[in-house]
């Protein structure tokens, strides 16, 4: 089974910018199309965006033009850089395949956007 890691969350402004990580464990991250997910208190966890497994991306409306997603195939892991951080975008993000079955989720990364 795969193992994913997130990292790189944190406390930042508004209109800050942050990127977190997912590092994903085995030799099958680069078979697989990626996504980005969150979920903020009191709230269902909603996907982000994704990217293919060639690079190709689609983001969320409410994040479009301030987020980008990457991936390393190389290294087994994916990016989601944040930029113009609102505090709407409060949440643990975490990341998994687009794919069912979902691999075992990971622990996330909180991210906190308050001045």
């Known amino acids: 089974q795969v193992q994913l890691v997130e990292s790189g969350g944190g406390l930042v402004q508004p209109g800050g910018s942050l990127r977190v990580s997912c590092a994903a464990s085995?030799?099958?991250?680069?078979?697989?199309?990626m996504g980005w997910y969150r979920q903020a208190p009191g709230k269902q966890r909603e996907l982000v965006g994704s990217i293919s497994k060639d690079g190709r991306t689609n983001l969320a409306d409410s994040v479009k033009g301030r987020f980008t997603i990457s991936r390393d195939n190389a290294k087994n892991t994916m990016y989601l850089q944040m930029n113009s951080l609102k505090p709407e975008d409060t949440a643990v993000y975490y990341c998994?395949?687009?794919?069912?079955?979902?691999?075992?989720w990971g622990q996330g990364t909180q991210v906190t956007v308050s001045s």
């Open positions: 085995g030799n099958v991250f680069r078979f697989n199309a």
């Open positions: 998994n395949r687009i794919n069912s079955p979902s691999w075992n």
